[in-house]
C-alpha cells in the first residue's frame, strides 16, 4: 500500500456491527487490521475486488465449501481450521495440487471480534500448514439473530501437474479400497462439544490437510484410481456415491474398520453407526491391487496416515452394484444412503 | 452419470430441511434435481468435491463475494443474478475473462424449494448470459432462525489474456474518471423493495455483467489505468480506496454526475448521498486524457455502457490526496469514507 492518507488501522469496536459489512470506514478497519494482518501475502496485500495470481501449468481445479459447524471451536479444531483444511481437501482428493483460497464471511452482529481474530488467525496457520495462502475475502454482517455467531465459505484453486484421470469410472473389479486412519473422530468431537454427550476421553476432530498423503499417491501412476475424503455423511456416503458413478460393488469388512475405542462408545451412545459420520482429515483410496502396498507404505510415511489399512475390494456387482459389509458377526448387508440428519452442522 | 443403481433424482419436499444439507439421500436428490438441472455444465456434471477445468493461458484472477440481500428479489434482479454479475463483475475490473464460478449455499430450514429453484435459475441465466459456468458449489442448511432465507457466497476464476498492470500505481496526474452510467440504482430499488419508501416510478436495479464494458476498454493499452465496479459503499467508497492507495487526489464534478430524477428523490427522502448508494452494473474507469473519446465510444457502444460520461479528472493532491467533488453551486466539499452503513444488506 502506498502512502497517501493511508493511516494504521485499528478497530477499536469490541463486537461486530452492521457498519463492518458496509463498505466503508469500519470494514476498511476489519479488513485492513484484522483480515489481512491475520492472512498477510503478496496476493491480499492490493485488497483489489480480485486477485491477480500466477500463470498456473496444468489443469486447474476448483472447489467451494460452506462451513456452519456448531459450536464454532471443538477439541481438536474450529471453523477456521476447518474451512482452510476443508477446502484444500477437496482440491487434493481431485489430484490437484491446492494453490489459492478466497474466504468469504458472513458474521452476525454483535460477534465478538476478538473471537472473530482468534478463527481468522486460526485460518492462517491452517494456511501456512497446507501451503497456501487466501488471496481473496469478504465480509458481510447481518443482523442480531439472522445467523449463528459466523458462517464462512471458502472456495479453492488448485492445479493439476500430471494427466492422471482419478474418476470413478477408472475403478476395475478387483482393485483395493484403502483408508488412511480411524472413523468418525469429527462428527463425535463435534457432538461431545455441544454438551450433548456426557463423555471423557481422547475425543478429537482428526482436521488435517490431506494434500501431503495424495501428492505421495501420485506417482503410482494409473494404479491410482480414485481419492475421496469422506467428509459429511461419512464413509458409507463417499462409497455410495462412487458406486452410483462407476457401476461397480464395494465391498468392506468391518472387522477392518478403524474406530477409536471412546469413539465407537459415543456412536453407540447416540446410536449412530460411524461409517456414516463425517471424517476431516481422512483419506479413502481406490488402488489398483498390484499397487496395495506401496500406497500403505506411503499413506504410513505420514502422521496423518499413519493407521493407513486396507478395508475392502471392489467387484463386479452386475446389475444390482451396493456397498456391502461383511460384519464382524459373519454375515453381510447393505451400505446404503443416509436418510434423515443425524448430525446437523458438523461442519 | 453412469448406470449403476442411480434413479432419476427428485425433491419432493416443498421446504428445505436439515437433511437436504447432511450429505445423505436428500441433499444428493436437492444437487442433482435443482442444482445441477439448472447449471447444468460439462465441469459440474461429475458431482465430484472438485471440478477439474481447462488450461488457462494467463494470470488468473480469484475473487469472492458473500451475498445477503434482504429481500431476496427486487424490482430488477434477485440474489441469483447478483451473486453471478457481482462476481463477474470483480473479475472483469481486475482486466480478467471470467470463466468459472463456484456458489456455497448456507439455506435457512423451512425455506420454499419452489423460491429456491427459481433463484439457482436465475444464476444460470445470469451465468449463460456473462459467459461464465458455475462450476462448483456447496449446500449447507442451518435451524430455523439462524439465516435470513439463504445467503449465498460465490467465488470467482477468471484470466488475464494480456499484461496490463491495471492498479491504482499505474494512475497518473490528468488521467481521466469515466463511469458508465447513472448512480445508485441498485441500492435504491433494494430500499424500495424493502417497503421502507412510498415511491413509484422506474426504479430498478442495474445489475448486469460488465465484461463485455471491459473487453472493449482493454484494446486502449496502458492508457487504460484502472478499473472498478462501485458495489457496496458507492463510488465515494470507490474512489477513496483509489486515492488511498494511489496518493494522488481525484476531483469530481457534481453536474456530471448522472442520476436518475426517480432515485435522486429517493436519496433526497432518504437522506442519502447517492454518490455512497451501490451499484451493481456500473464500471468507473481511469483513462489517459488523449484514451478519453475512444474509451468512452467503447463503452457507449454496449447497451450497459450507453450512459457512459467524463465525471472528474486525476490531479496531484500533495501530502494531502483526497476525493475532491466540485458542487453544482460552484462550492467544493471533500468525498470521504462513509462512516456506519445507512443501507445494511444491500448485496
Redesign the interface.
Known sequence: ??????RRAVVRDELV???H????????DLVEALFAAELRNE?LE???????????????????????VRPLSFPGGDIGELAVNGTV???A????RPL?L?????LEEGFPIAELERLVRSMATAARVAGVVV?????????H????GM?V?T????V?EHDLEL???AVRPGDRVLLSGTLADHGVAVMVARGELALEGDLASDTAPLHELVASLLPLGPALRWM??P???GLA?ALN?L??????TVRIAEAALPVRPTVAAACEILGIDPL?V?NEGKLVAVVAPEAEERALAALRAHAVGAGAVAIGTVEDGGD???VLLDTALGGERIVD?????????I?
Open positions: 500500500m502506498s502512502a497517501g492518507r493511508r456491527t452492521l457498519s459489512g458496509a463498505g466503508g470506514k469500519a470494514t476498511r496476493a492490493p485488497l483489489g475486488d480480485s486477485a491477480v495470481l500466477a500463470r498456473a501449468r496444468g489443469r486447474l481445479a476448483l472447489t467451494t465449501d460452506a462451513y456452519v481437501n477437496d482440491l482428493v481431485a489430484g490437484a489459492w478466497a474466504a468469504g464471511f458472513v488471496a481473496a475475502g469478504d465480509t458481510k454482517v447481518v443482523e439473530g439472522k445467523a449463528d458462517y465459505t472456495a479453492g484453486v488448485g493439476l474418476v470413478p469410472e475421496r475424503d467428509t459429511r455423511g456416503t456415491e458406486v452410483g458413478s462407476c457401476g461397480l456414516y463425517a444390482r452394484p451396493f444412503l443416509m436418510v434423515g440428519d443425524p448430525l446437523p452442522r461442519c
